[in-house]
């Protein structure tokens, strides 16, 4: 069935020269059959003609990702998109500036409503996308199959004049920057938080043939044009220290790398090599030539990385000349390590791979470094706010470095985490002649800013202007949490000065040195309107539009109140008369929003009468809760231990907290259920008249282990406890005493019973599975095929199937047990014998979303909730107290899972 379509894949493969969009999503676990409506797509609707270049975004853990399809029309000035994922209700493409969400142009399709997309954009909040002021992306098709892919096609202007889109602008040459794209998708039928649904990479829309990726474009050509000559400079198993910050040199000389040429090579292009292991930690690294590995002076860059760098390679008549002089034998790596959280153990075996010519090139590359190039700033604090650095370096610095002009190849702008805008500017005459800026600045996505831009000129006399902006910043300084402000300029061809190559410092006498120094100003900056950005800014829809009329409606926000993505008919009002939690409250389990962005976003995007609307003013209990009209009696005679006395099983709950949060239970509710369980310790009243028979003989497992599946983490002991205080005859007792199979079975066999620790070794030791022993117990053994088998774990067991039983006779694992039931009569005597062991195989509490194994048991799956003192306003359903029976703990966390998945649209995050 799918032979047919593959053939007619094969020239449609061989047009775009790249690898075959069949397989792209080969890393999933995908059969043929699932990937029918992928692959008849790809047959019947992609030529080479339609979407001759594609590439394949994967997502942070490689499992899935997005395939991403583009043609140019440069007679008409328009880019054509398609983007193929598994998905079934909505899907979002965005090109970004630094590689992330922020800073984002995004068009998405939602299948709540398929005969439109909304143009949508980013700046700086991780939060629901604005609706761009002017519709500029038009709906070619969407095609969604009955396998669950969904097919989305649009175009666009490839510059749409709007300061809410990106320009597309020419990255075909591999020394300049490529185009940086993000996707999400999602199964809800309009946008909401991806979890894991994203993915992102770098590609070159104008590069003929398509590449899948800019890592692969730079291996090839640079694998051509080098004739397969490189050597790396890079760490051998260094080990990271505890500490916040190391700078480590690494230096090689050109005898070292043995290199077969005398009189010097060529750097025509780079690529770093980055341990993933400890990318993370890789804060940032520099490349100088030197003299020799005990002198770094005089010495010139020749690369620097950051997150978000790929490498590049030079334009065919430019190339770094390396070891050509005395002052130019050696090759150091600075690379600067950041570990806040002291991690030890670390090893890393990052660096460079530098290709090279044994030919000279026509001209010779140097890099010039502007701003506070050698961190003058070091120790002076930044002012909190918003402020600005700028740093001017004058005309006479370009005119004493001789005639003739240089051409500026691109531009790196590095700043620390606190920065938020950057712009390199030329000056000439007064007047800017040429700005280059990245509007919306992240570290974490781009440390090094690649401009995206053509080269361009720099005459002699022309000066700079280096201006970096910071939210909030500590001080200027050398360490990951403290900032700088340096533009790297890549340019051609080299220049010097007295011998050294052309620079212009700030801050170390460099005026006497090289006749040429910065100057500083500094101002604090009053909002973000006073950042200078122009991309997300309000603006007149200024292109004739040549296209169809686009399929989305007009937006009629007004320009500076620009519009969410959604228009709703009759608004989901949540907590009406606003939150009453702090505004800094953050919900549980909401991936970090607060009330004030949940309940705007809800009005938003929500209908009232919808199952979702629903499900989230369950947010009330903890944005906006109400007394309870009959509150809960807890401790309703007063606490007998001090208000601050932590709940056993409650993860850090107090006494005093429950006694408030009862306040807003109604007596009948689940919860307030719940909470009688802390009874016995908050307001103790001695031992019951008629205590709950727990383990009347004693526990025969270790006080301390903790029961699979309980809501938080109660051991056998905390039952115990709960048992004393608890009336034989109350609600409580029986859902204690369901954990005795497990804290004190009743096997007689068992001479010795095994603890939390031995669990893994079992004191009696398991038989064959093929030929039971002898002496095992007579109803655990089993022969033959039965007509109705015994139904044990019928979805599945959850734990390890080699979990051995606690107190099983011979050892019997869960695996065990199955094969057991299978073979047993399901009204036989030995059926309710084996199915007493579902509360331990395949305990019923959805919460358990990763099944604990026979090492994981003493911390458990389930996690309780936060130690950390729960917000007066906290909701009472989300402070789960005591051991509860697992369709209780699955009602209550099922609730709140629910609220959850709802209010994770909040956050909103495309990557």
């Given amino acids: 069935m799918m032979q047919p379509l593959l053939l007619l894949l094969a020239a449609y493969a061989t047009a775009a020269n790249a690898i075959d969009p069949i397989n792209y999503f080969d890393a999933t676990s995908l059969t043929s059959d699932e990937k029918e409506g992928y692959v008849s797509w790809l047959a019947s609707s992609s030529s080479s003609a339609d979407y001759p270049m594609h590439a394949f975004l994967p997502t942070a853990n490689a499992e899935d990702g997005a395939a991403i399809f583009w043609s140019l029309h440069p007679e008409e000035k328009l880019v054509k998109f398609a983007i193929a994922v598994r998905a079934t209700g909505w899907a979002g493409l965005g090109i970004s500036q630094a590689g992330g969400m922020i800073g984002s142009d995004i068009v998405l399709f939602q299948s709540s409503n398929p005969d439109e997309v909304v143009d949508s954009y980013v700046v700086e909040e991780y939060d629901v996308p604005w609706v761009d002021d002017c519709p500029d992306w038009n709906l070619i098709n969407a095609t969604m ?15 749409t004049n709007d300061s809410q889109d990106w320009p597309i602008v020419n990255d075909k040459e591999l ?11 999602g199964d809800s039928p309009s946008a909401m938080y991806h979890g894991q649904s994203n993915a992102r990479g770098s590609v070159r829309l104008h590069a003929e043939p398509s590449f899948s990726s800019e890592s692969a474009a730079l291996g090839d050509v640079l694998e051509e044009q080098s004739n397969g000559l490189y050597f790396d400079v890079r760490e051998d198993n260094h080990q990271i220290p505890a500490r916040e910050t190391q700078y480590h040199d690494v230096c090689k000389t050109f005898e070292e790398l043995n290199i077969d040429q005398t009189g010097g090579i060529t750097m025509i292009g780079v690529v770093p090599i980055i341990s993933e292991e400890t990318r993370q930690h890789i804060h940032h690294f520099t490349a100088y030539l030197q003299p020799n590995c005990d002198s770094p002076f005089p010495r010139s860059m020749i690369y620097i990385w950051a997150p978000g760098d790929e490498g590049w390679a030079m334009p065919e008549h430019v190339g770094f000349p390396l070891f050509h002089s005395e002052n130019a034998q050696a090759i150091q790596l600075e690379i600067h390590y950041d570990n806040p959280t002291l991690i ?24 010039l470094e502007l701003g506070d190039a050698f961190v003058g700033l070091a120790g002076q604090n930044i002012n909190a706010g918003l402020t600005r650095y700028q740093f001017t370096c004058p005309g006479e610095c370009s005119a004493n470095v001789g005639s003739g002009s240089v051409t500026i190849l691109n531009e790196y702008l590095h700043m620390h985490q606190n920065g938020v805008r950057m712009t390199n500017e030329v000056i000439r005459n007064d007047e800017v002649v040429r700005a280059s800026s990245v509007d919306v600045y ?17 005459l002699p006399g022309d000066g700079f202007r280096t201006t970096c902006y910071y939210r909030d910043g500590d001080k200027f300084g050398l360490d990951s949490d403290e900032e700088m402000c340096i533009a790297f300029v890549m340019y051609y061809p080299a220049k010097e000065f007295a011998g050294n190559p052309w620079m212009c410092p700030y801050g170390i006498g460099a005026l006497e040195r090289i006749g040429c120094e910065q100057e500083l100003e500094f101002s604090d900056v009053a909002s973000d309107d006073n950042l200078g950005r122009s991309f997300g800014t309000s603006n007149e829809c200024a292109v004739d539009s040549l296209l169809p009329a686009p399929t989305q409606s007009p937006v009629t926000a007004a320009p500076t109140t620009s519009a969410r993505p959604s228009v709703v008919i009759e608004p989901c009002v949540v907590c009406p008369d606003g939150s009453t939690a702090d505004i800094d409250y953050v919900i549980p389990d909401s991936g970090g929003a607060t009330c004030s962005i949940a309940l705007a976003y809800i009005e938003a995007t929500m209908d009232e009468n919808t199952d979702s609307c629903t499900q989230v003013k369950e947010v009330e209990s903890v944005c906006c809760p109400t007394l309870a009209a009959n509150p809960c009696p807890f401790c309703s005679s007063g606490l007998t231990s001090t208000a601050s006395s932590e709940v056993p099983g409650a993860d850090g709950a107090t006494c005093g907290d429950l006694v408030e949060n009862a306040n807003y239970l109604e007596e009948d509710s689940e919860t307030c259920g719940f909470y009688e369980l802390a009874e016995p310790f908050c307001c103790p009243t001695g031992d019951a008249v008629t205590p709950c028979p727990f383990c009347p003989d004693g526990i025969t497992l270790d006080e301390d282990f903790v029961i699979p599946g309980a809501p938080n983490g109660e051991t056998c002991g905390d039952l115990v406890e709960i048992a004393r205080t608890s009336d034989g005859n109350g609600e409580i007792c029986p859902q204690v005493q369901a954990a005795e199979i497990i804290c004190c079975p009743s096997v007689e066999e068992v001479t010795t019973p095994p ?24 109803e655990l053994v089993t022969t033959g095929l039965v007509v109705t088998p015994c139904p044990f774990c019928p979805d599945g067991i959850t734990l390890d199937e080699d979990f051995v039983i606690p107190g099983a006779p011979n050892g019997e694992t869960c695996g065990d047990l199955v094969e057991i039931a299978r073979t047993s009569d399901g009204n036989g005597e030995i059926c309710p014998q084996v199915q007493a062991a579902e509360i331990i195989c395949c305990p019923s509490v959805e919460e358990v979303t990763t099944p604990p194994t026979t090492e994981s048991l003493e911390t458990p799956t389930v996690k309780p909730t936060s130690k950390s003192t729960p917000s007066p306003t906290a909701s009472p359903e989300l402070v789960a107290t005591g051991l509860v ?20 649209s909040i956050f909103y995050v495309l990557v």
Avoid: C
Avoid at 145 to 159: A, C, K, N
Avoid at 175 to 185: E, F, H, K, N, V
Avoid at 442 to 455: A, L, M, N
Avoid at 755 to 778: I, R
């Fill in 145 to 159: 199959t009955d396998d669950g892919w969904m097919i989305v096609e649009v175009s666009r202007f490839l510059d």
């Fill in 175 to 185: 020394w300049s920057a490529p185009t940086r794209l993000i996707a999400a998708w």
């Fill in 344 to 367: 030890e153990g670390m090893v890393d075996s990052s660096g460079v791979r530098l290709y090279y010519s044994n030919e000279e090139r026509e001209e010779k590359a140097a890099i």
């Fill in 442 to 458: 992240d570290f974490e996505q781009q440390g090094g800013f690649h401009v995206p831009q053509q080269p361009y000129e720099v």
């Fill in 755 to 778: 603890t939390t620790e031995s669990l893994e070794t079992p004191t009696v030791k398991p038989t064959s599975k093929s030929s039971p022993s002898p002496t095992a117990s007579p």
């Fill in 885 to 904: 029976d697992p369709s209780a703990g699955a009602t209550l966390h099922g609730v709140r899972n629910i609220v959850t998945l709802a209010l994770l």
